[in-house]
């Protein structure tokens, strides 16, 4: 098998990670070689459990419990933790012993909260099913829960201690749920690798995956605690989010809402004197892989939306604005300047 490895050293150690086909065959081994539990908790979803659960869990012969959580960003909230507490605690789970997260971006960010504040933390392995999963949200270590009033408003930063990316999970995917994970492989070659933007077209997934995640791990290592460099990393994602919260979280996907929000950031770049017009190539990359453009709601609907969402900062909003492929600025906007550019993009 051959296998690319990575290691995330965060303030509460480190995070190996391990980039290769066929690593959920050997998951179990691959867990057992980092851990010592005498019993293992899978969380999955509805959509991910027929197709991996019973494959993953027929690899240990440690007692395995399981709790399979409806799909779906709209059951991103505290009750699915509350529900993952329960069956950890009807399962005897104690400190020593391993969750795993088996799905995609949903069921990592819900496992990885209900690990870290379980017991105060007990250990946790990714095993990322989606592309977006992969290239982005199992690695890093921010989990967390919506809440009606925004995305992700309640969490922790908690590294997983191992991430096992298995490419050929990725073959099960839908047209769509591969797109959402194209959304964030563009975003990675906007704000730090060019290069990834000419290897969609045609490159190796693996490669891929491993070039976004190394960018992700980079910037981690520097700004765990997102109070600077990690900011870049929310490219598209605050007038995404605020779409996503307008939709109730099941009109876009998270993929579609960084797209459109990707766009719109552009824009922004340009009403702020960018040298360069990137909407275009933008779009035209983004239209390629199947991922909308267009914002679907209206200026002042969508600033009312962001103001809640937590990268504001008093009367301040740090947006990622992209002024040449591969190099992203923060730039705090005071609200009401940020009021009148959405009024005119």
């Given at each position: ?245 307008l939709e109730n ?19 922004l770049s340009n ?10 190539p933008l779009t ?62």
């Amino acid at each position: 098998m051959e296998l690319k490895e990575l290691v995330l050293n965060g303030s509460a150690g480190r995070s190996d990670i391990l980039i290769g086909r066929g690593l959920l065959d050997v998951a179990a081994e691959r867990c057992l070689s980092v851990f010592a539990p005498s019993r293992v908790h899978i969380v999955t979803d509805s959509n991910v459990a027929p197709l991996y659960l019973q494959r993953l869990k027929n690899e240990f012969t440690l007692p395995v419990s399981i709790t399979v959580l409806p799909a779906g960003e709209e059951h991103k909230r505290l009750s699915a933790v509350e529900g993952i507490y329960h069956d950890l605690l009807e399962a005897g789970m104690t400190r020593k012993d391993l969750v795993i997260a088996l799905g995609g971006g949903v069921v990592g960010d819900i496992t990885g909260f209900a690990a870290a504040t379980y017991l105060r933390g007990v250990p946790l392995c990714q095993i990322p099913t989606t592309l977006l999963a992969q290239v982005d949200s199992s690695v890093g270590g921010k989990t967390g829960v919506d809440l009606p009033e925004g995305k992700n408003l309640v969490g922790a930063f908690y590294q997983p201690r191992l991430v096992l990316i298995d490419p050929d999970l990725l073959s099960t995917l839908s047209a769509g749920i591969y797109a959402d994970g194209m959304a964030e492989v563009i975003k990675y070659g906007c704000i730090a690798n060019r290069k990834i933007l000419d290897m969609i077209s045609g490159g190796d997934v693996c490669e891929i995956v491993y070039e976004c995640v190394k960018i992700k791990r980079d910037v981690v290592q520097e700004d765990e605690h997102d109070m600077g460099l990690r900011m870049i990393l929310n490219f598209g994602h605050t007038i995404g989010h605020a779409c996503e919260k307008l939709e109730n979280y099941v009109g876009l996907t998270h993929g579609q809402a960084v797209a459109v929000g990707m766009v719109a950031a552009m824009r922004l770049s340009n009403a702020l004197g960018a040298p360069e017009d990137l909407t275009g190539p933008l779009t035209a990359c983004l239209k390629e892989c199947g991922l909308p453009v267009e914002l679907r709601h209206g200026r002042e609907e969508i600033y009312h939306a962001l103001l809640s969402d937590k990268k504001k900062f008093g009367s301040v909003v740090n947006f990622i604005l992209v002024r040449d492929f591969g190099r992203a600025d923060i730039v705090p906007i005071e609200a009401e300047r940020l009021h009148q550019l959405l009024m005119e993009i």
